[in-house]
């Protein structure tokens, strides 16, 4: 990959810089997903991350600052986020949620797993270790840090 590149949306630069920056600082759901994989959860900014449509809280440590009650999204990579069968694997601070694994796919040093919570997909990806593998259908709960959470205003 180059040192700088720069993501053209309808003949318009949306978003230019080093790969890096771009994969960790995505300024639309455009660049977010143009780049890689991202989980993206959209709701009313609260300032310092998103408020989801059911009521649930997601704080995002990167990105845009938004004034309360502003339509936004918030971005998350798949490789980012932890996925446990209980609540007590996630710290103090982390953003969490429950779903259910709908999916898992085997790759070899890697599993993807996808998970239905509140009408959406959710994608995460995990190495694969030795330890308990994860069986379709069952309840998770899935958490990540908000320094891993990126807010986007709305398009």
Same mark, same amino acid.
């Given at each position: 990959m180059s040192d700088r590149i720069g993501i053209l949306r309808d003949g318009r630069l949306v978003q230019e810089g080093p790969p890096e920056e %771009?994969?960790?600082?995505? !300024?639309?759901?455009?660049? @977010?997903?143009?780049?890689?994989? $991202?989980? %993206?959860?959209?709701?009313? /900014?609260?300032?310092?991350? %998103?408020?989801?449509?059911?009521?649930? /809280? %997601? /704080? /995002?440590?990167?990105?845009?600052?938004? $004034? @309360?009650?502003? !339509?936004?999204?918030c971005a998350v990579r798949p490789e980012r986020i932890r996925i446990a069968t209980d609540a007590g694997a996630s710290s103090g601070n982390a953003n969490t949620l429950k779903g259910q694994v709908s999916k898992r796919i085997f790759a070899g040093n890697n599993s993807t797993y996808f998970v239905e919570r509140a009408g959406q997909t959710l994608k995460v990806i995990v190495q694969n270790t030795g330890s308990d593998r994860l069986a379709e259908g069952q309840n998770v709960m899935l958490s990540w840090s908000p320094e891993s959470t990126v807010l986007i205003a709305a398009n």
């Open positions: %771009i994969y960790d600082r995505p !300024k639309s759901e455009f660049a @977010a997903t143009f780049l890689g994989d $991202a989980n %993206i959860f959209r709701g009313d /900014a609260t300032g310092n991350g %998103i408020r989801l449509p059911d009521g649930t /809280a %997601i /704080a /995002a440590g990167v990105g845009d600052r938004l $004034a @309360a009650g502003t !339509k936004a999204s």
